[in-house]
C-alpha cells in the first residue's frame, strides 16, 4: 500500500512538473521616475484555465525591488505566489516570445532525425561489409570448390564490396553537410536566444487558482533602480529689459532591458527608497578651525564655471506621439505636494532602454525679473548680468543647471539653486565683456613696517570699473578685507570709499550707477599687526 501511494504521489507530481507554463508580455503603461529609481505600471491579459496554473509575465524590469512587487487581479482569481526572475528556462517561452524560433527548433529536430537514419543505414552497410569479408575467407579456405565457382565468387564479392563501399561514402557525404547544417541552426538558435533574452529581459512567475476559465486582466507595479531624472533649464532673455523665458526640462535616462513605449511619464524629486525613520537631535559641539575667506553669497559659488559646457552628457530627444512644442506646457501638471514636487505629463512618450539621456520638455514660464551687473574682481575680474527673481518659491524651481540665450546667443551654462532662504534668486546670466574692471595693489601706499615686537603690513588697492556699453548700468561691486580671530592679530580698515561694511564678515559692497561711457574708482585700504616672530599663511589671499 505504502509502493502504491509513493507511486501515485510520483505520477501526481510528474503530471505537475510536466504542466505547460502560459505566457504572457506586458506592457509598461505608466512610469514615476524618481531621482534614482522608478516606478513602473505594467498591463497584461492572458486566457487562463480553471484551476490552478503557472504564469510567466515577460517585459518586466531585469532589475526590481522584489519586495515592491504589487499584483491586481480580479477577484475570481487567487495570486498563491509571486516570484522575479532573469534566468527562467523553458523552451515554450523561447518559442512563444521570439518570433521564427519554433521555425528553428523544428528545422533541427529534422535534421537530428536524417543524421539518426543515415547513422543507421551507413552501421548496416559497414555490418554487412564486414560479412562479405568474413564469408570471403570462409570460400577461400574451401578447397572443394573449382576455379571456375571461385572465380565467380571472387567476382561477385568484389562487386558487393564496391558498391557497399560507394554507398558508405555517399553516407558519409550526406552526414556531414547535415552536420554542417545542424551548426547552423545551432548557431542561428543561440543567436536567436540570446536576442530574445535581451528582448525579454525580466520575468514574474505567479502561481494562480482560476475559480473559471477566461481571459483574465492583470496589473503589475514595483519599483526599479534603473532609471533616473535631473532638472535643467534653458534660460532666454532678449535685452535686459525683457522678462525671462524660462523653458523647465528634464533630463531622463532608463536601463530597465525594457523599452517605455507610448508611456504617461510622471517626475518627482522625491525617493522610492528614502528611510522614513524619523531624526533625533544629538548634542551639538563647537570646535575651533581656521577661518576661510569665500565668495560673496550673492554670486554662484564659483565665478570661473558660470562659462563653458558640460562635457560627457549625451541627450537624445524622445519621440512623443503628439509632438508639439510650442504648447507643451498645456500637457504638464506641477503639483506640490507635502514632501515633494511631481510633474505630471500628459504627452505619450518613448523612451528607450539604451542608459542614454533624453531631453523631456515640461513647462514654459515668464519671469519678471530685475537686471543688474555683479562683480568681485578679488576673485574675477569680469562683470556677470545677474536677474533676480522675487517670490520664486511659487515657480517650483528645482535645482539643476540652466543653458543662457541672451540676445539670441548661446552664451554658456548657469546654476540654479532655489534651496535658499532668501525670498530672492539671483541668477547669473553670463559674462559681460563692454563692462572693464581692473584691481590693482598701489605700492606706494602699501609696505611693512616692524616694531619692536610687532610688524604691520598696509595693503592698498584701486578698482576701477568702465561701462563701455550704449546704456547706463547698476553694480553691485564687492570686496573684502581681512578679519581676526586672535587677539594678538589686529586688522583696520583704513578707506573703504563709502562701502556698506559688514563687521562680522568683512565684504564691503557698493551700489554703482554708470553712464555709458562712465568711469569709477574706488580706493580700499586695510592694515594688519601681528607678532614679528609669527607667519601669517593666508593673508596674502
Known amino acids: 500500500m505504502k509502493n502504491m501511494l509513493f507511486l501515485c504521489a510520483f505520477l501526481f507530481s510528474l503530471t505537475g512538473f510536466a504542466q505547460q507554463p502560459i505566457f504572457t508580455t506586458a506592457k509598461v503603461k505608466s512610469a514615476t521616475v524618481y531621482y534614482n529609481g522608478a516606478?513602473?505600471?505594467?498591463?497584461?491579459?492572458?486566457?487562463?484555465?480553471?484551476?490552478?496554473?503557472?504564469?510567466?509575465?515577460?517585459?518586466?524590469?531585469?532589475?526590481?525591488?522584489?519586495?515592491?512587487?504589487?499584483?491586481?487581479?480580479?477577484?475570481?482569481?487567487?495570486?498563491?505566489?509571486?516570484?522575479?526572475?532573469?534566468?527562467?528556462?523553458?523552451?515554450?517561452?523561447?518559442?512563444?516570445?521570439?518570433?521564427?524560433?519554433?521555425?528553428?527548433?523544428?528545422?533541427?529536430?529534422?535534421?537530428?532525425?536524417?543524421?539518426a537514419q543515415i547513422g543507421i543505414e551507413k552501421n548496416v552497410q559497414e555490418k554487412t561489409l564486414q560479412l562479405l569479408d568474413k564469408n570471403q575467407q570462409v570460400a577461400g579456405a574451401n578447397t572443394g570448390m573449382s576455379v571456375t565457382e571461385l572465380m565467380k565468387l571472387v567476382e561477385y564479392y568484389k562487386m558487393k564490396q564496391t558498391e557497399i563501399s560507394k554507398t558508405i561514402v555517399v553516407l558519409q557525404d550526406k552526414q556531414e553537410l547535415l552536420n554542417k547544417r545542424l551548426q547552423v541552426l545551432n548557431t542561428r538558435l543561440e543567436t536567436s536566444t540570446q536576442k530574445g533574452?535581451?528582448?525579454?529581459?525580466?520575468?514574474?512567475?505567479?502561481?494562480?487558482?482560476?475559480?473559471?476559465?477566461?481571459?483574465?486582466?492583470?496589473?503589475?507595479?514595483?519599483?526599479?533602480?534603473?532609471?533616473?531624472?535631473?532638472?535643467?533649464?534653458?534660460?532666454?532673455?532678449?535685452?535686459?529689459?525683457?522678462?525671462?523665458?524660462l523653458m523647465y526640462k528634464a533630463r531622463v535616462a532608463q536601463n530597465t532591458g525594457v523599452d517605455w513605449k507610448k508611456v504617461k511619464l510622471t517626475l518627482s524629486n522625491g525617493s522610492p527608497n528614502r528611510d522614513n525613520q524619523a531624526p533625533e537631535l544629538q548634542p551639538w559641539f563647537l570646535n575651533l578651525n581656521y577661518p576661510v575667506t569665500g565668495y560673496s553669497s550673492y554670486a554662484p559659488a564659483a565665478l570661473s564655471k558660470v562659462e563653458g559646457r558640460v562635457s560627457g552628457i549625451a541627450l537624445e530627444e524622445v519621440v512623443m506621439v503628439k509632438k508639439e512644442k510650442a504648447s507643451v506646457s498645456n500637457y504638464t501638471t506641477i503639483k506640490e505636494n507635502q514632501l515633494n514636487v511631481t510633474f505630471d505629463i500628459d504627452l505619450p512618450y518613448d523612451i528607450l532602454s539604451n542608459g542614454k539621456m533624453h531631453s523631456v520638455a515640461l513647462k514654459s514660464l515668464e519671469l519678471p525679473v530685475s537686471y543688474k551687473y555683479y562683480a568681485a574682481p578679488k576673485v574675477e575680474k569680469e562683470a556677470f548680468l545677474m536677474a533676480d527673481i522675487i517670490d520664486y518659491s511659487k515657480y517650483n524651481l528645482l535645482p539643476g543647471e540652466a543653458n543662457i540665450i541672451f540676445e539670441g546667443l548661446n552664451i554658456g551654462k548657469t546654476v540654479i539653486n532655489p534651496e535658499r532662504t532668501s525670498d530672492t534668486l539671483s541668477l547669473s546670466m553670463g559674462r559681460d565683456k563692454k563692462i572693464v574692471i581692473t584691481r590693482e595693489k598701489i605700492a606706494d601706499k602699501s609696505?611693512?613696517?616692524?616694531?619692536?615686537?610687532?610688524?604691520?603690513?598696509?595693503?592698498?588697492?584701486?578698482?576701477?570699473?568702465?561701462?563701455?556699453?550704449?546704456?547706463?548700468?547698476?553694480?553691485?561691486?564687492?570686496?573684502?578685507?581681512?578679519?581676526?580671530?586672535?587677539?594678538?592679530?589686529?586688522?583696520?580698515?583704513?578707506?573703504?570709499?563709502?562701502?556698506?561694511?559688514?563687521?562680522?564678515?568683512?565684504?564691503?559692497?557698493?551700489?554703482?550707477?554708470?553712464?555709458?561711457?562712465?568711469?569709477?574708482?574706488?580706493?580700499?585700504?586695510?592694515?594688519?599687526?601681528?607678532?614679528?616672530?609669527?607667519?601669517?599663511?593666508?593673508?596674502?589671499q
Not at 535581451?198 to 532609471?227: H, R
Open 39 to 115: 516606478e513602473l505600471s505594467h498591463a497584461a491579459s492572458v486566457y487562463i484555465p480553471a484551476g490552478t496554473s503557472e504564469i510567466v509575465i515577460r517585459n518586466v524590469a531585469n532589475r526590481l525591488d522584489e519586495n515592491t512587487i504589487q499584483v491586481a487581479v480580479p477577484a475570481s482569481v487567487t495570486v498563491m505566489s509571486v516570484q522575479f526572475t532573469t534566468n527562467y528556462i523553458s523552451e515554450y517561452d523561447d518559442e512563444n516570445a521570439i518570433p521564427g524560433i519554433k521555425i528553428v527548433r523544428d528545422s533541427i529536430r529534422r535534421v537530428q532525425k536524417e543524421i
Open 447 to 540: 609696505g611693512t613696517k616692524f616694531m619692536s615686537s610687532y610688524k604691520e603690513q598696509t595693503f592698498t588697492y584701486d578698482i576701477v570699473v568702465r561701462n563701455t556699453k550704449k546704456e547706463a548700468i547698476t553694480m553691485l561691486l564687492k570686496d573684502q578685507f581681512p578679519l581676526s580671530t586672535d587677539k594678538e592679530i589686529m586688522v583696520e580698515l583704513l578707506q573703504s570709499d563709502k562701502a556698506k561694511i559688514n563687521t562680522e564678515t568683512g565684504l564691503l559692497s557698493w551700489d554703482l550707477k554708470l553712464s555709458p561711457n562712465e568711469t569709477k574708482k574706488i580706493r580700499i585700504s586695510y592694515k594688519v599687526k601681528y607678532p614679528k616672530d609669527r607667519i601669517l599663511g593666508n593673508l596674502y
Open 197 to 245: 533574452e535581451k528582448m525579454a529581459s525580466g520575468k514574474l512567475v505567479l502561481q494562480v487558482m482560476n475559480d473559471s476559465a477566461g481571459t483574465i486582466p492583470f496589473e503589475v507595479g514595483y519599483t526599479t533602480p534603473l532609471a533616473s531624472w535631473s532638472p535643467f533649464y534653458d534660460l532666454r532673455a532678449d535685452n535686459i529689459s525683457s522678462p525671462i523665458n
